[in-house]
């Protein structure tokens, strides 16, 4: 018998983006709820860690989301595991900043890759298995940056924001079915990601309180889990207040003070 078949688990779930931060959190709680989870990331080494404390329950699957071949390859070996899938969690993602707004394009591109194609290929490779599923959940981590545009996040930001259009769409084409896809919007999370930010995050947590609101919302009919509620309340009123934003507070977040010149 495949594990991911074995009833005596309540629920199989798939976690990208596992070996650290909010990803690895949502592990350590599903684990402790019972639930068998494949965990996968690049780092092997840090998937292991992960497995460690409960290595029956937890099955290591490295890849890279945003790498077709890889993701190919990660879907053939997660079919040797499980002939379902419950829940899906595509947390995998990276951020660069566009400091100077130097349009780096290879950043921009990896930027897309990690957090926009890498959730494309994982609902590609998890679609057939959740098909089998009675309640099945792909759930994609966008975040509260895709609902003003921020200075120097015009990767990051652009490719949350393609990610949460992605979410509506197949929310619209998969309406008449029993899939239901959640997007997930965090704001400021202490880890890696964060780790080199140099700026004041308003309402930092822990990536255990992040993983605890993801799981509360995941348990309720919620298409999207905004958290924390202080800083999204104020963040979807400004999108609506443009000119609030532009005109007031993107001035006093900008770095640049002028354009590099030609010649
Ligand atoms: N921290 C925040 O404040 C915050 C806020 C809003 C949204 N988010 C989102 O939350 C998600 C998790 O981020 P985090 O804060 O927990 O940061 P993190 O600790 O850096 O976790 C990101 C994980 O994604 C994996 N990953 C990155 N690129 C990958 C790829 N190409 N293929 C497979 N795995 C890849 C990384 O592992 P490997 O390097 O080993 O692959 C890492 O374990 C991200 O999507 C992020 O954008 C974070």
């Known amino acids: 018998m495949k594990d991911g078949n074995d009833l005596s688990r309540k629920k199989t779930i798939w976690v990208t983006g596992a070996g650290s931060g909010i990803g690895a959190a949502l592990v350590r709680s599903l684990v402790a709820d019972g639930h068998f989870v494949i965990v996968s990331g690049r780092s092997r080494d840090a998937l292991l860690e992960v497995q460690k404390p409960a290595p029956k329950l937890v099955r290591v699957l490295s890849c890279d989301v945003g790498d077709d071949a890889s993701m190919a390859s990660a879907g053939a070996a997660l ?3 499980t002939d379902q899938l419950d829940m899906v969690i595509a947390c995998a993602g990276v ?3 566009d400091d100077n707004l130097s349009l780096d ?3 921009y591109r990896r930027v897309f890759d990690a957090n926009f194609f890498g959730v494309v290929n994982t609902l590609r490779e998890a679609l057939p298995l959740l098909a089998n599923a009675r309640e099945p959940v792909f759930a994609a981590v966008g975040s509260l940056s895709s609902v003003v545009g921020f200075p120097r996040a015009e990767a990051y930001g652009a490719s949350k924001a393609a990610l949460q259009y992605f979410m509506d769409a197949v929310r619209a084409d998969t309406s008449r079915l029993p899939l239901r896809t959640v997007l997930i919007r965090p704001g400021f999370i202490e880890t890696p990601l964060t780790r080199e930010n ?3 995050m308003p309402f930092l947590m822990s990536p255990e309180d992040a993983a605890d609101r993801i799981l ?3 348990k309720t009919r919620k298409a999207v889990i905004d958290f924390p509620r ?5 963040l ?6 443009r000119p609030v934003w532009f005109g007031w507070c993107a001035p006093r977040m900008t770095r640049i003070k002028k354009l590099r010149r030609a010649g």
Request: some cysteine; hydrophobic content about 40%; overall charge negative.
């Open 236 to 241: 979807r009123l400004l999108g609506m207040l």
């Open 95 to 97: 951020c660069e900043y």
């Open 198 to 200: 140099d700026f004041n």
């Open 105 to 107: 394009v290879d950043s």
């Open 79 to 81: 079919r040797e595991i």
């Open 216 to 218: 509360a919302g995941l």
């Open 230 to 234: 202080r800083l999204s309340w104020p």
